[in-house]
């Protein structure tokens, strides 16, 4: 049997704004927009994998609250799922400190004005109704 590996990315909602984050590794994804995570290592539960994810690479303090429903490809072997996960009060404003250079709050106007990886747009579509009504 194949393992596949998991790889959460988190739908961080503030005041109605979803937060997108620019990879600046591997070149292949450089400049790409993606919601931030990682993998999930063995043993680990999806959503504590992403709250470690979001400490190391954002510095920030999160919560995950649930699962957005479905699961994306990735490169072979490597299968994208998605929380939608809130800022704890109290937690350090988020800051590209690894794997990004870029970060934007973005409403739900302007979603589309950043260049997603091709395999987040679905995944970013089927997070919207966590942006609240009208998104
Ligand atoms: N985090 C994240 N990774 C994504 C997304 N879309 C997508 O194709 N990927 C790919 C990029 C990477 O090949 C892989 C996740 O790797 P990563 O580099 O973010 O994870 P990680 O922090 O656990 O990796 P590592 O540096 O410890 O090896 O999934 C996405 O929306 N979020």
């Known amino acids: ?33 993606e919601l931030p995570g990682g993998k999930v290592e063995p043993g680990e539960t999806p959503e504590r994998a992403l709250v470690r994810e979001l400490r190391e690479e954002l510095g920030a303090d999160t919560q995950a609250l649930e699962r ?35 970060l934007r709050w973005l409403t739900p106007e302007e979603i589309w004005d950043v260049d997603w990886l091709d395999q987040d747009v679905p995944a970013v579509k089927s997070a919207l109704p966590w942006l609240g009504p009208g998104a």
């Open 68 to 102: 957005v429903p479905g699961e994306w490809p990735l490169k072979p072997g490597y299968v994208l799922v998605v929380w939608a996960a809130r800022l704890l009060s109290g937690s350090a404003e988020p800051a590209p400190l690894e794997d990004h250079d870029e």
């Open 1 to 33: 049997m194949t393992e596949r590996i998991v790889v959460v990315a988190g739908a961080l909602v503030r005041d109605g704004r979803l937060l997108a984050a620019r990879r600046s590794a591997p070149p292949d994804l450089a400049g790409r927009w």
